[in-house]
C-alpha cells in the first residue's frame, strides 16, 4: 500500500482541509572496501557492499517500503555512496532526478543535520519526496534530530544505523523540522551471511 500523501487537518465551513505530507528518505551507504589507492574518498563497495545496494533497489518497488515514494535525491560524492545510489536508487520509479553535493563527504569534517538539511532545500524542487544518501554518523545524527520521540525511533536509534540502512521520515512542513518528523519506517536489506 503507498504512503498516504495527504492528512485531514481541520475542518472549515463543512469541508475538510488537508495538508500535503512529505517523505524523507535517509539511506546509509553500502558496506564499502577499507582501502582504496584513492583514499578514504574513493573508497568503492565491497562484494557485499555491492549485494546490498542491488537488494535495496527491490524495495523501490510497488508495495516494498520504498514503493510510492518518488522525489530528489541528494547524494554525497564519495565512491561509495555514489555506487551506493547507482546500484540501489538510480533510475528507479522512485528518484525522479539526483544531485551530488560534495558537502556531505564527512571525511574532511563533520557533516551536521543542518548541513544535510541546506543540501535538501538548495536541491528540493518543493515537490515530491527527499532522499539523502551519505555517511554514518551524520544519518544517525540526522535521524535522531528530525525523529519525533517514539518507540519506534528510539528502537531503530539503539540499534545502529546498519550499512546500507534506511529510514523513512514523514513530515508536512515545507522542510523536514527538528523533532517533529515521524519515523515510518527503518530497516536494511537483509543478505545471507555467506556473502563476503
Sequence with gaps: MAPSRYVLERRVLGFWETRRVRRLVVVRHAKARRDSARGDHGRELSTRGRAQASLLRTWTEHGRPLGGLRGTAVV??????????????????????????????????????????????????????????????????????????????????????????VAVLAYDHDVPALGSCDLEFYGAPELDARVP
Excluded: I, K, Q, W
Design 76 to 165: 554525497s560524492d564519495a565512491a561509495r555512496t555514489l555506487e551506493t545510489f547507482e546500484l540501489g536508487l538510480a533510475g528507479s520509479p522512485v528518484v525522479a532526478r539526483g544531485v551530488v553535493d560534495p558537502a556531505l563527504y564527512n571525511g574532511v569534517r563533520d557533516v551536521t543535520t543542518r548541513d544535510v538539511l541546506s543540501a535538501l532545500v538548495a536541491a528540493d524542487p518543493g515537490y515530491g519526496d527527499l532522499f539523502v544518501v551519505c555517511h554514518n554518523p551524520t544519518v544517525s545524527y540526522l535521524v535522531a534530530d528530525l525523529a519525533a520521540p517514539s518507540d519506534v525511533a528510539d528502537a531503530a536509534l539503539r540499534s545502529g544505523f546498519a550499512m546500507c540502512g
